[in-house]
């Protein structure tokens, strides 16, 4: 099993930064954000594996990175210039076998949940 918990979100105004962090216990290949706002689907943000690959979704390109620290089994997601179209509940996942090489941020791919962390920007 993988457990997973993540922390930094909290409440800024558009234009500001956040650095969410995700802890992991136990062995993963790929680990990524998901947003879920109220009401919709659940979105890949961006996503990494233990290759280095890495994936963002369209509306983050330019604006947030993903990063991992292997040594900590943490994975982080800096985001700058949020927008209040970013809010939403903002949640890690990981796989312990899905490769970055044979897709993308499909949350099915993903094994393992975090509870999540609330971000919310304001206009």
């Known amino acids: 099993q993988v457990q997973l918990v993540e922390s930094g979100g909290g409440s800024v105004q558009a234009g500001g930064s956040l650095r969410l962090s995700c802890a992991a216990s136990?062995?993963?290949?790929?680990m990524g954000w998901f947003r879920q706002a109220l009401g919709k689907d659940r979105d890949g943000v961006a996503a990494?594996?233990?290759?280095?690959?890495?994936r963002y979704a369209d509306f983050v390109k330019g604006r947030f990175t993903i990063s991992k620290d292997n040594a900590k089994n943490t994975l982080y997601l800096q985001m700058n210039s949020l927008k209040p179209e970013d809010t939403g509940m903002f949640l890690c996942?990981?796989?312990?076998?899905?490769?970055?090489?044979?897709?993308?941020?499909?949350?099915?791919?993903?094994?393992?949940w975090g509870q999540g962390t609330q971000v919310t920007v304001s206009s």
């Open positions: 996942a990981a796989s312990r076998d899905y490769s970055l090489a044979e897709g993308g941020l499909w949350p099915v791919y993903f094994s393992y």
């Open positions: 136990g062995y993963t290949y790929t």
């Open positions: 990494v594996d233990r290759d280095g690959r890495t």
